[in-house]
């Protein structure tokens, strides 16, 4: 049996700690190739870079796994890599492992999510991972197991047309992790401010600062599950249509 | 009675065309604050800057409308605006006009419409405006009356919680411009390519380019509505949850 081609990307650059556990987990699984940002992406959304052009550079020394780095977005690199390297669609795309939350309305801005919503956009199996933890040395090993069972499980069963998932992984240790919940995006924002400063020569300029201002307390949220210790799994979809607001505009008068 | 306060800003940078005439637009309808980016930010998706910091700069020298430039990307200038500026929350943002179409899929690419959804994430009713033309030069008058009822509209009924427009316009003449039609996300995506060059030194670049692919003709749609000539707007939201896919996906063994 021929094994499954995995795609493996992330945000925070080919480099990061959190890519390189990543690819070490999926290497059973399947044949791994990398095309990842040669630097960091965070808070990218779903970015695309169309008035610069893109780079594309092969960084591995070894035959196994194939490494590539390039100058975009998470977006460009699952654009490229299918386009360019692969010249196929792999069976499985994983991007992350985050350094740091993509839950709830992070989900919208995370460049992690971008690539995984990229694939499902190109109706690849794809998942974006992330640990809630920033720092450079974080610990991604106690969720291995469960990383690698649900990449094993996407391969097996696929997922929906259109649809990816957004694993949240809760930055405990292992034997505190208590297993996997199937949820929804909490409603939440980021109550944002701003760190105003002044330049060496007198200029003002801001730091964009905020905090997480979480608006329900329902057991079926991702917040709710990463706050009891599971790994918060979400499926991810695409149509941004708020399809049941669509009679209540249709009876505006536009006329007036 | 006091004029509701309406934040006009883009993707396209603060001196194109569509935002001149959205601000011409608005002023009859309010007190209109201008915060745009300095340069295009098309394509950047929800993306946020917090590698950097951010640049803001006055730059109207009448006294009305007041005019700001940005460093940032659109989600910026709607976060500065609100936080350094307005200091409250405007009672309309309107974003746009786009030179090029945000219809379908684009949406989730669009600087344009990250704005309004940012908008719509802080509570504000928002609004994205596209015109289908990517020139210079597009022709943004014929779509005139049909933005300020729209507009009217908004500041009238306000918006459901967390739901903003993305309104698109068909490059054509008034009289052939059919009215509104409320309706949703095509199903669509861009099949990507590359144009794949040398650079003087011999190394390889690449150009992002992409055809879009519509995947269905229902007359439910914004790309029907463009199409036959009508002004598509599409409510929209931001919970990527697919709820209708969690029972299958709470199915799976996690243990194998």
Same mark, same amino acid.
Do not use: R, S
């Given at each position: 049996m021929t094994k499954p081609v995995i795609l493996v990307t992330n945000d925070d650059g080919v480099m990061a700690p959190g890519i390189r556990n990543l690819i070490e987990f999926m290497i059973p699984l399947g044949e791994v190739v990398v095309v990842a940002p040669n630097k960091p992406q965070s808070g990218m959304g779903h970015a695309v870079t169309i008035s610069n052009p893109l780079r594309l550079e092969k960084i591995s020394k070894e035959e196994y796994p194939q490494e590539f780095s390039c100058s975009g977005t998470p977006v460009d690199c699952v654009k490229l890599a299918v @386009? %360019?390297?692969?010249k196929r669609k792999p069976d499985l795309l994983v991007s992350g492992i985050n350094h740091g939350s993509n839950s709830s309305i992070n989900v919208i801005y995370s460049g992690t999510m971008s690539a995984a919503i990229e694939g499902a956009m190109e109706t690849i199996p794809s998942i974006g991972f992330s640990l809630l933890d920033f720092s #450079?040395? =974080? @610990? #991604? %090993?106690? =969720?291995k197991k469960f990383i690698v069972s649900i990449a094993k499980n996407v391969l097996k069963n696929g997922l929906p047309k259109g649809i990816c998932l957004n694993v949240n992984i809760p930055a405990v240790k292992e034997n505190e992790l208590k297993g996997i919940k199937v949820c929804r995006q909490a409603r939440a924002n980021w109550e944002e401010s701003f760190d105003h400063r002044k330049d060496p020569s007198g200029k003002d300029y801001y730091w964009l600062t905020g905090k997480f201002a979480l608006h329900e307390n329902s057991n079926e949220t991702d917040e709710w599950a990463l706050k009891n210790n599971y790994i918060s799994v979400v499926p991810v979809q695409f149509d941004f249509t708020a399809h049941s607001v669509i009679p209540e505009i249709q009876n505006w008068n536009f006329n007036g």
């Open positions: @386009n %360019k390297i692969l #450079f040395d =974080a @610990n #991604f %090993k106690p =969720a």
